[in-house]
């Protein structure tokens, strides 16, 4: 979703339920995208990429979706945990760079 | 593997000082160095694009006079923030690709909180 001045998008959500993070992008020529979680005060910390070719991995606890035709990105978190609660950003590669551009991102808060 | 460290984590200063931040790939040689800044509830915006031994590649509207960067070695980056102002406050954070089959996946600092009063 879009994010209006400082108000960042925000899901909540009950341990133990599955969370779905949504993202948006419009250039053709992205290529590659990563899903990143920044905790407050810290840096973000890599948690999954796809290529373009693909359009579904798997990692531990977490899978990435694309959709190119719509040009749509989700990462879905299985079993979400308090320690999920972070800003979650979508970032993409255009093709032939090597320059992140990051979404707005999404707030996942996760509720005992 | 592919940790980044970044120094100071936190640093206030008076207004007209510089501040330099380093950033240290601590496992591995990085390709390329990045440098992002963000505001609070807002994405991180790259500054710039740094490589080991060459100049540093500003992304439109930052001014590379006014924030530093020096990639000296394989290992380090620094950028420092001259004569500082009070809108230079941010969170500054940087990244390190190390090539080979991550060719495109940036490891991050903890970033480094500059308060200029």
């Known amino acids: 979703g879009e994010s209006v001045g400082l108000h960042l998008p925000t899901l909540s959500v009950q341990e133990g339920d599955n969370s779905i993070i949504n993202c948006a992008y419009s250039?053709?020529?992205?290529?590659?995208f990563i899903w990143y979680k920044q905790e407050s005060g810290k840096g973000p910390q890599f948690i999954i990429d796809i290529r373009s070719n693909m359009d579904k991995r798997q990692g531990q606890r977490v899978t990435v979706l694309l959709n190119k035709t719509v040009k749509h990105l989700s990462l879905q978190i299985a079993a979400t945990q308090p320690g999920d609660s972070a800003v979650y950003f979508c970032a993409e590669i255009l093709r032939g760079y090597s320059t992140l551009t990051f979404g707005k991102g999404t707030m996942l808060l996760v509720s005992p | 593997g592919a940790v980044v460290s970044q120094h100071p984590s936190w640093v206030i200063c008076k207004s007209g000082t510089s501040v330099k931040i380093e950033c240290r790939s601590l496992?591995?040689?990085?390709?390329?160095m990045f440098w992002y800044r963000q505001f609070p509830k807002q994405s991180l915006m790259l500054m710039a694009t740094s490589n080991e031994g060459s100049k540093a590649t500003y992304e439109q509207g930052v001014e590379k006079d006014k924030f530093l960067i020096n990639h000296a070695s394989l290992t380090l980056s620094t950028l420092t923030v001259t004569s500082a102002h009070p809108e230079d406050s941010s969170f500054y954070i940087c990244?390190?690709?190390?090539?080979?089959?991550?060719?495109?996946?940036?490891?991050f600092g903890a970033g480094t909180r500059l308060s200029v009063l």
């Open positions: 496992d591995f040689q990085a390709t390329t």
């Open positions: 250039n053709s020529a992205s290529d590659y």
């Open positions: 990244s390190a690709t190390r090539g080979g089959n991550e060719e495109n996946i940036q490891y």
